[in-house]
């Protein structure tokens, strides 16, 4: 199962953004599905995930801004980021852990570029 990530763009400070991440098969081959991020010159860290049950868990510095979604239906996972601060930019990925191997199993990187 392959994961597609898009909705990356440029935002103004204070902005908001969704990022998506569509599986090209059932969603729940996944057992939890992340949204990393890296930004110029820093290592790649993990911003928010959701388990195949809907539990979710978010990194300090984008809680009460940011919020990952599933919808099982559309087999894709979302990531809506709102009051974006320059330090958001960064390319995101999303991530899956495959329910039967514990493998990870990456997407490709969307750009988000908050300026003014």
């Known amino acids: 199962v392959q994961l597609q990530a898009s909705g990356g763009g440029l935002v103004q400070p204070g902005g908001s953004l969704t990022l998506s991440c569509a599986a090209s098969?059932?969603?729940?081959?996944?057992?939890?599905m992340s949204w990393y991020r890296q930004a110029p010159g820093k290592q790649r860290e993990s911003v928010a995930a959701i388990s195949s049950g809907g539990g979710t868990g978010y990194a300090d510095s984008v809680k009460g801004r940011f919020t990952i979604t599933r919808d099982n239906y559309k087999n894709t996972v979302y990531l809506q980021m709102n009051s974006l601060k320059f330090e958001d930019t960064a390319v995101y990925y999303c991530?899956?852990?495959?329910?039967?191997?514990?493998?990870?199993?990456w997407g490709q990187g969307t750009l988000v570029t908050v300026s003014s």
């Open positions: 991530k899956g852990v495959l329910a039967d191997t514990l493998e990870d199993s």
């Open positions: 098969g059932s969603i729940f081959s996944f057992s939890v």
